[in-house]
Each structure stands twice: as C-alpha cells, then as structure tokens.
Antibody
Framework: EVQLLDSGGGLVQPGGSLRLSCAAS????????MSWVRQAPGKGLQWVSA????????YYAESVKGRFIISRDNAQNTASLQMNSLRAEDTAIYYC??????????WGQGTLVTVSS | EVVLTQSPGTLSLSPGERATLSCRAS???????LAWYQQKPGQSPRLLIY???SRATGIPDRFSGGGSGTDFTLTISRLEPEDFAVYYC?????????FGQGTKVEIK
C-alpha cells in the first residue's frame, strides 16, 4: 500500500523558516517525481514545487521561487521542502504527492503551516 | 501559465442524478496531462481521472472524463451519497502545474 507521511508543520513567525518532510513507502520511490501542493484555509489547491525522480530537476511556483527549496533522499525514501522567508500568505495545509506523467498519483495526509506573529 | 476555469462553482443535485462538471483552459492542454481529483472535507485529494479519460485504480465506472484542447468534462453518471465533494481539474505543461478553482457538488 502506498503511504506518504507529511510532517514538520507548525506555527512560525513571518520571516521565519520551516522544513517539511515526506516519508514514502509502498512504491518504488526513486522512479517517481515528488511534489508539494498547498491549500490555504477554505481555498483551492495550489501547486508549490516538484522534483524529478533522480533529484536533478527542480521546479517552483513563481510565488515561492527563491524562498523554498525542494530536495529528496532516495536512499531514505524521503522528500523535503525547506521554506524560508515565510509570509502570512504561505499559511496552508501542505501535501506531498507522488508525481507521474504530470499527475499527482498519491497524496499525504497534509501538514498545517501557520505563519503568524 | 495555463489558467483552468471550472464551472459551475456549485452543483446542487440529488442522489441518482447525473453530474456534469466543466474545466476550460486558457490555452490548449495536452490530454495526456489533464487530470481530475476529488476532495472530501478534512481529507486529502484523491486522483480520479488522468490523461483526460482514464480512471485511476479503484475508481468506479460511474466516473468518466472526456474532452480535448481547451474543454474537458468530468461526468458522474449516477450520484452516490459518497460522491458529494469538491472536484478539481489539473493540468501540466512547460514544467508548471495548475489547478482549477474547484466545483462543489452538494446535495440538493
């Protein structure tokens, strides 16, 4: 069974940093791209970042470019999102998702990030 | 960036009725990279349809997808109580992923 376990969310002040993690199991991790998608309270889904299966190619939404860094460790079956210079508008549930042929196959349970003073 | 516009915003129907959801793209989208998701309150999204018309694993055949170019549809042939949820379309192109704003299917 495919499982994606998101963790690392919490309350952080504006300008602060947070690192999200996603632990994967139940599939061949190093053959899938991985991505982060967020959902602000009461709003729709917004793609944030993606990384290729080997980790060589990284992609970011314009709203987070230069502030967020995506990475992965294929030996540990984990993906991460380092979030810096956080803003109030980054407040959302962050989901990790496996990526195949442009679609998000499986999703984690989400981790809540709240940016507030 | 491709903008996806879903309509209607809310669809009020009764169990057993047919639901037709629309997703219109601001420019042509490859059918290979058009997907639909279902999200219920308090849950993560779930992949329903990929490549515009292929059902994901375990998705009942009352769900079907169609369309091409800039116009895509998700059809639920006969609504079951568990189908009342929010539905999102999503596309991929030029190393960018975008979602529509969602259509809520509610019980009438």
């Amino acid at each position: 069974e495919v499982q994606l376990l998101d963790s690392g969310g919490g309350l952080v002040q504006p300008g602060g940093s947070l690192r999200l993690s996603c632990a994967a199991s139940g599939f061949t991790f190093n053959t899938y791209g991985m991505s982060w998608v967020r959902q602000a309270p009461g709003k729709g889904l917004q793609w944030v970042s993606a990384i290729s299966s080997g980790g060589n190619n990284k992609y970011y939404a314009e709203s987070v470019k230069g502030r967020f860094i995506i990475s992965r460790d294929n030996a540990q079956n984990t993906a991460s999102l380092q979030m810096n210079s956080l803003r109030a508008e980054d407040t959302a549930i962050y989901y990790c998702a496996s990526l195949q042929s442009g679609r998000f196959d499986s999703w984690g349970q989400g981790t809540l990030v709240t940016v507030s003073s | 960036e491709v903008v996806l516009t879903q309509s209607p915003g809310t669809l009020s129907l009764s169990p057993g009725e047919r639901a037709t959801l629309s997703c219109r793209a601001s420019q042509s989208v490859s059918s290979t990279y058009l997907a639909w998701y279902q999200q219920k309150p308090g849950q993560s999204p779930r992949l329903l349809i990929y490549a515009a018309s292929s059902r994901a694993t375990g998705i009942p055949d009352r769900f079907s997808g169609g369309g091409s170019g800039t116009d895509f549809t998700l059809t639920i042939s006969r609504l079951e109580p568990e189908d009342f949820a929010v539905y999102y379309c999503q596309q991929y192109g030029n190393s960018l992923w975008t979602f529509g704003q969602g259509t809520k299917v509610e019980i009438k």
